[in-house]
């Protein structure tokens, strides 16, 4: 596992912030302890001492009397205490010279001047740990005075302990905060280890599946595993995958039958020019046939590209045709009046049933008239002579819907869910030259604009085609 590896640096960045934060609690926490365990060796060492100089007391006023209740002489009460404590007492006079001491290597008369002493004379207590003169080993001492009676100092008494075995309390106390440190941290690396794997190998995955997907291999699937952030991402990205295949699926339907539209038209036209260049040199009736002929051909192929262009126009992310508050009601009766023409010359009749005003909508002008016409001229496609088309419309409180109806051939039920689709003829063999775009390219614009387009349709008796416009959350 690599430092530089996702899963690497989170295990990194656990135990660092687990290291820094546990070495913190156990080194305040030790030092704590520390300086507990001296306090508490100095307190009870001071206490010690003056239970000593209490019991001194009478001895050292009365050094003659050998009827102590002891029974024992001031020398033997000295070692005695000694050994009770574990440790050197020693007996100072008021001018601290030293009396006796419970060690053997502490010179007698000798005149002490260090710290405790200098506290004890002035009335406080203050321990000192030095390096002792005559053990050559750290030793914690305290001084207290000796008072007679009438609260005189007649003496001190010095009391002191080795270190070592505090040294060592000490030891044991940070060796257990340690030993406690590391069972923690050992827990923590292998939850570390575990949470860093159920982020790192699922993102690991999702990274190899990227690559694959971008290499081509767009079936690849990513697993979704770890936390629910995680797993929600690779749901999304398992959407996202199906939609982007979706949608390459759908150009390259597109690009197909894009091609396979072109192809004819464009064959048609190549014939006819090679056929001119042979033949219509010195035929100026076949030219004029021929140039017919092709002009329809390019005429067509000028209605599909505008189609595609206009298509293009109204799925775009990126542009956005500008848009107004329209009452939609004198453009319908527009479109009305502008197609009763062509559908007259069909032999059709175009009834209007159109209110005087509808709520205003945020629309595209131009697309809503190109919307309304590609359903009527759909309509007339598809209708027989002496049919009728009607265009009605109607407001509610959250969308206009408008209705083309005609009393065409109508549509087949296995033919009805592809009508809006790209290229699609439900009956090639009477639509003409119809591009196959203009269902497509209504159901774009009314979805562009938030909308939808539904069909129905009964064999033999007509379509109706129903648009539905939100007045309200349109897509911008």
Do not use: C
Request: proline share 4%; charged share 20%.
């Amino acid at each position: 596992m690599s430092i530089r590896s996702l899963q690497g640096r989170l295990l990194l960045t656990f135990v660092t912030l687990m290291i820094l934060g546990l070495g913190g609690v156990i080194v305040i926490s030790g030092l704590r302890l520390t300086a507990q365990t001296l306090d508490r060796n100095e307190h009870d060492l001071e206490l010690q001492a003056q239970l000593i100089a209490n019991a001194l007391r009478e001895p050292i006023e009365h050094p003659s009397s050998e009827n102590a209740p002891t029974g024992r002489t001031l020398d033997a009460l000295i070692n005695s205490y000694a050994q009770g404590v574990d440790g050197r007492v020693t007996l100072l006079d008021a001018n601290l010279n030293v009396v006796f001491s419970s060690d053997l290597n502490v010179p007698l008369n000798l005149k002490e001047s260090h710290t405790e002493f200098i506290a004890a004379r002035n009335g406080e207590v203050q321990p000192d740990i030095r390096l002792d003169d005559w053990q050559k080993a750290e030793r914690l001492f305290v001084a207290v005075p000796v008072e007679s009676d009438r609260g005189q100092t007649i003496g001190f008494v010095q009391l002191s302990i080795p270190m070592q075995p505090i040294y060592a309390e000490i030891l044991q106390t940070w060796l257990s905060f340690l030993g406690i440190g590391l069972v923690v941290l050992l827990v923590t690396v292998i939850a570390s280890v575990v949470i860093a794997r159920q982020i790192a190998v699922p993102v690991q995955n999702l990274t190899t599946t990227s690559e694959q997907i971008a290499a081509g291999r767009l079936d690849e699937r990513v697993a979704p595993a770890g936390p629910n952030e995680i797993q929600r991402l690779g749901v999304a990205f398992n959407r996202m995958t199906e939609r982007v295949q979706e949608m390459m699926a759908q150009q390259r339907a597109f690009v197909d039958n894009a091609a396979h539209e072109l192809r004819s038209p464009l064959t048609s036209i190549r014939l006819r020019i090679e056929m001119l260049q042979t033949r219509g040199k010195n035929n100026a009736e076949l030219t004029q046939h021929y140039l017919g002929q092709m002009e329809h051909e390019v005429g067509y192929l000028q209605r599909m590209v505008d189609h595609l262009l206009a298509m293009a126009s109204a799925e775009s992310r990126d542009y956005t045709a500008p848009r107004t508050q329209l009452d939609l009601a004198p453009m319908l009766y527009n479109v009305a009046d502008e197609m009763s023409e062509v559908v007259r010359q069909a032999g059709l009749t175009l009834q209007s049933d159109l209110p005087e005003h509808l709520s205003p909508l945020e629309a595209n002008a131009d697309q809503m008239i190109t919307m309304i016409r590609n359903l009527i001229d759909n309509s007339i496609k598809y209708s027989r002579e002496g049919g009728t088309i009607s265009l009605s419309a109607k407001s509610s409180r959250n969308e206009i819907e408008i209705q083309v109806t005609d009393t065409g051939i109508g549509i087949s039920p296995d033919a009805l869910p592809h009508v809006f689709d790209r290229f699609y003829r439900a009956d090639a063999a009477r639509s003409g030259r119809g591009t196959g775009l203009g269902l497509s390219l209504a159901q774009a614009i009314a979805q562009a604009h938030g909308g939808r387009i539904d069909a129905e349709s009964r064999v033999g008796e007509g379509s109706t085609f129903t648009i539905h416009l939100p007045l309200g959350n349109q897509k911008k």
